[in-house]
């Protein structure tokens, strides 16, 4: 079973943290998550949402999709958490993205893992 794991901020919180005007950059935000979410669909793999409790709301408001809470005190500990906890649900090809990184050929990447 194929997942990928979207690593996010609300679309406000991740313009502030880039240093940009959240009135514009919001909504790109938001575009770039929904592109993550229709490329998992496409790549037949059940996205996750890894963000703070609470955001999920902010970020992806229009579906309804699994979600896994961020632990750990650096990025490398948040990224192998949330790795370890995809897996703890049964998922046997993880992949792990971040949603200002537009999705690239996800099925190829796949079928790399699957072999």
């Known amino acids: 079973m ?27 935000f938001r575009s770039f ?3 993550w979410l229709r490329a998992a669909q ?11 409790d609470g955001a999920l709301r902010d970020i992806a408001p229009d579906v309804d999709r699994m979600h896994i809470a961020q632990r750990g005190a650096t990025f490398g500990e948040r990224a192998a958490n949330a790795a370890a906890d995809a897996f703890a649900r ?16 996800i099925g190829e990447a796949f079928d790399a893992l699957e072999r």
């Open 2 to 28: 194929r997942a990928i794991v979207i690593f996010a901020r609300s679309p406000q919180r991740e313009a502030l943290a880039k240093g940009l005007r959240v009135e514009t950059a919001a909504p790109l």
């Open 33 to 35: 998550t929904a592109m």
């Open 42 to 52: 496409h790549a037949g793999a059940q996205p996750i949402v890894a963000c703070d």
């Open 90 to 105: 049964g998922f046997t090809h993880v992949l792990l993205a971040a949603i200002d990184a537009p999705p690239a050929e």
